[in-house]
């Protein structure tokens, strides 16, 4: 994919130069109005799955087990085919998310599976 992938919090402010906005969390992320989120997509299908998301729960010491089970589910998952596909050509595509660890979230994984394709 010739594709620039940032990743960013939704809670902060849209830029002009963010490209394609696209949400990758399953649930809506509190507090914010989807008016003001500036949101292109909301491909809820590459999301983590509900059971995992909530077996990690934004546990630190549960990143590498995540990252390598999410990554698994990726695999399988159709979803990632099809977003790579519709998406070919795209220049820049910012993934967000509205988890509090910057580090340690399914953006940083999806953004590292995208830019192997």
């Not at 979230?105 to 590292?112: H, I, P, T």
Request: proline residues 5%; glycine residues 4%.
């Amino acid at each position: 994919m010739n594709t620039t992938i940032t990743i960013k919090r939704v809670y902060e402010a849209p830029a002009k130069n963010d490209g394609l906005r696209v949400l990758v969390d399953r649930l809506w992320p509190r507090g914010i109005k989807k008016e003001n989120a500036a949101i292109d997509e909301w491909p809820k299908e590459l999301a983590p799955s509900a059971d995992l998301r909530k077996w990690f729960n934004h546990d630190p010491n549960k990143w590498e087990a995540f990252q390598k089970k999410y990554k698994e589910e990726l695999k399988q998952n159709p979803a990632l085919d099809i977003f790579l596909k519709s998406h070919t050509g795209t220049r820049k595509i910012t993934l967000l998310f509205g988890a509090r660890d910057e580090q340690h979230n399914q953006a940083v994984v999806l953004q590292e599976v995208l830019e192997q394709h």
